[in-house]
């Protein structure tokens, strides 16, 4: 215990999760195709996304991301095996693991989350916001809407009904995981630095308008458990 109690006055622990983890289940791996679904950690029951929902409304969760592993379908096929029927064996240690998930990451919150009251919009805005660039190093130039900060801002329509279906995604994939599911939430507008990238689900930005972003970190943040909140 007494290390324990070192380790958590010296060195705040900041806790990420992600959003597949609320919104799909192990019961999908029962599938034929469950392969597709392989993820590191693997997917859980309903009753943890109930735990990882009040981890959020109450910080103990304080940012959420995804990785965005975009690996195809015949990636996920390579090493796998097929038996006398042609079907895919499902073998986790030779799959790849990794979903997309960037693109749904702020719908699902609004509409999983907002939307059926299980954190504030305000909640929202610090997990994918601005404890991120805390934590990053790069607050407040990014993660607040104030005078002098970049202006990266995604104009939301939080009361937009839509289906999730591959052929409406922007990551090339040729599956969904979560496709079929309804949303009501979605991003209408994404502006970086006060020029529009992203309209009506169309690109409109230009290759190599992004810039480094140099970065230093807080020393708050090192210093104590609630230090995002009190910068």
Not at 100 to 107: A, C, S, T
Not at 149 to 170: E, M, T
Not at 176 to 184: K, V
Request: glycine fraction near 8%; proline fraction near 3%.
């Amino acid at each position: 215990m007494a290390r324990k109690a070192h380790m958590e006055d010296d060195f705040p622990i900041y806790i990420e999760a992600c959003t597949e983890y609320v919104t799909t289940f192990k019961d999908v791996y029962d599938r034929d195709d469950g392969y597709v679904m392989l993820v590191s950690p693997p997917l859980r029951s309903r009753e943890n996304a109930r735990y990882i929902w009040a981890a959020m409304e109450d910080g103990t969760i304080t940012i959420t991301g995804t990785d965005d592993t975009c690996y195809s379908r015949k990636d996920k096929e390579r090493r796998l095996e097929k038996d006398s029927d042609g079907k895919f064996i499902q073998d986790f240690r030779k799959v790849v693991n990794g979903n997309p998930g960037m693109e749904l990451r702020l719908p699902i919150l609004l509409s999983e989350g907002v939307n059926k009251g299980r954190i504030t919009m305000k909640q929202l805005v610090k997990l994918t916001s601005s404890n991120i660039a805390k934590l990053y190093g790069c607050y407040p130039q990014k993660g607040t809407i104030q005078k002098g900060a970049d202006a990266d801002i995604a104009v939301i329509n939080r009361n937009k009904a839509w289906v999730v279906q591959q052929d409406v995604l922007h990551n090339n994939l040729d599956y969904c995981p979560m496709a079929g599911t309804r949303l009501t939430g979605k991003v209408d507008m994404t502006i970086c630095n006060g020029k529009i990238l992203v309209e009506n689900d169309s690109f409109c930005g230009t290759r190599g308008n992004g810039r480094f972003v140099k970065r230093s970190l807080n020393p708050q943040v090192l210093q104590r458990f609630s230090a995002l909140s009190e910068m």
